[in-house]
């Protein structure tokens, strides 16, 4: 049984710093592509960044490029996102995405930056 399960949401103030966790189990996490999307409320679902394996490169959305950093780390089997300078309209519900043979999504995971 395929899990992916977010962490380390919140409540933030502008400017401040978050870092989110995906930690996967029950498949071969080093095949997979790993992303973060985001939801807001009454907007679609969005790409923030994408993480590929081998080589590990990065793709992110042009409203983060520069604040946002997307890692994994395959001993682990778990992706990270370091959110840095949040801004409101970064509020959103945070969804890890695996991608290969077969697409899987967590349950998300709120971050709310407001003052």
């Known amino acids: 049984q395929v899990q992916l399960v977010e962490s380390g949401g919140g409540l933030v103030q502008p400017g401040g710093s978050l870092r989110l966790s995906c930690a996967a189990s029950?498949?071969?996490?080093?095949?997979?592509?790993m992303s973060w999307y985001r939801q807001a409320p009454g907007k679609e679902r969005e790409l923030v960044a994408t993480?590929?394996?081998?080589?590990?490169?990065?793709r992110y959305a042009a409203s983060v490029n520069g604040r946002f950093t997307i890692s994994r780390d395959n001993a682990k089997n778990t992706v990270y996102l370091q959110m840095n300078s949040l801004q409101p309209e970064d509020t959103a519900i945070y969804y890890c995405?695996?991608?290969?043979?077969?697409?899987?999504w967590g349950r998300g995971t709120q971050v709310t930056v407001s003052s």
């Open positions: 993480i590929s394996d081998p080589g590990k490169r990065t």
């Open positions: 995405n695996a991608h290969w043979t077969f697409n899987y």
């Open positions: 029950g498949l071969p996490f080093s095949n997979y592509d």
